[in-house]
């Protein structure tokens, strides 16, 4: 079974930090996304803006994806950092507050596919109740979750247990599968508060997320362990896999193991389990 190159972390870094954006040449992510919308000041946009350009020219991330976040089509912005994304081709450009399968499609056409994909952010009201029409747009490849965009135009409270947040986790969840596209947890805001960012990382992952998106280097050893299957996980899976093989070759069509029954739909739960850690194996191979 084939999956998708893993996105467990996929690091946010502003883009007017010319440091930050050279580490990223060397941190163990599986994606960067250089920011030029909301982590950067309206003063630093063009600067912003050059930098990321001139570091996507000069390469050197690989086997790290990188995207580049633009600031939307509404802004002062918008025009430019698209016209600058389109020539610097990242591995995706990533749109901020989508809100229609049109945002994505606009941009999508100008993009050599080959190369740049567009991500979605799913971060208002608006957008997630469009999530179907969005993620069916073509050409596009993910979507992010922008929880503190939405905790605001929600107005909810922010609480540990991401109750307030869940319905429009699982809106963007139901569409990004619909679709086949990757799906990116939001952020984690206190970062130095490790035991909050594990039991969140966890959370997005038993919803069905691919990855988190991370604010700061300290989160992406923990992100990079709780999105990847653990040894107990792959025993499993393996057990599960030669249970069905041996009930098969014994003339039945389910197996029973550990008081479970395991029917076809288990086993292919289990090779994705083990195709994904592949995956990861062989990212990690290539860093
Ligand atoms: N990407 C790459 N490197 C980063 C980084 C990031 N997002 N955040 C911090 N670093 C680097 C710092 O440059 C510093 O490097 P150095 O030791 O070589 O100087 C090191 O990690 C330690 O940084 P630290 O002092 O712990 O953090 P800080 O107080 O300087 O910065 C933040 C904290 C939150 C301001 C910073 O992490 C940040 O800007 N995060 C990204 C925010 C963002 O992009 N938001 C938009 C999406 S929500
Ligand atoms: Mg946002």
Not at 138 to 163: F, H, I, K, W, Y
Not at 171 to 178: D, F, K, N, Q, T
């Amino acid at each position: 079974m084939a999956v998708a190159a893993p996105h467990r972390s996929v690091l946010y870094m502003p883009a007017s930090n010319l440091r930050a954006l050279e580490k990223g040449r060397t941190l163990p992510v599986d994606a960067l996304i250089l920011d030029l919308e909301d982590a950067v000041a309206p003063d630093q946009k063009a600067l912003a803006r050059t930098q990321a350009v001139a570091v996507l020219a000069e390469g050197g991330f690989a086997p790290r994806r990188v995207a580049l976040r633009i600031n939307g089509p509404e802004t002062p912005w918008g025009a430019e950092d698209l016209e600058a994304a389109l020539t610097a081709a990242p591995d995706a450009i990533l749109l901020p507050k989508v809100e229609t399968a049109e945002t994505v499609v606009r941009v999508a056409a100008r993009c050599d596919a080959a190369k740049t994909r567009v991500w979605a952010m799913m971060e208002t009201a608006r957008g997630l109740l469009a999530a179907r029409e969005i993620a069916a747009a073509p050409g596009l490849e993910a979507m992010v979750m922008g929880t503190n965009d939405l905790a605001r135009e929600l107005q909810c409270r922010d609480r540990s247990d991401r109750r307030p947040l869940l319905t429009g986790l699982q809106l963007c969840l139901l569409a990004a599968r619909m679709a086949g596209l990757i799906a990116l947890d939001g952020v984690y805001n206190a970062f130095r508060d490790a035991e909050g960012f594990r039991r969140e990382c966890e959370d997005g992952r038993d919803l069905g997320f691919d990855g988190k998106t991370l604010i700061h280097p300290g989160q992406i050893e923990i992100a990079n362990t709780v999105f990847a299957p653990d040894i107990e996980e792959l025993a499993a899976a393996r057990d599960t896999v030669r249970a069905f093989r041996e009930a098969k070759a014994a003339g039945a069509g389910v197996a029973v193991l550990n008081g479970r029954i395991v029917e076809n739909l288990h086993v292919e739960i289990a090779e994705r389990t083990l195709a994904r850690a592949a995956a990861i194996s062989a990212r990690e191979q290539a860093a």
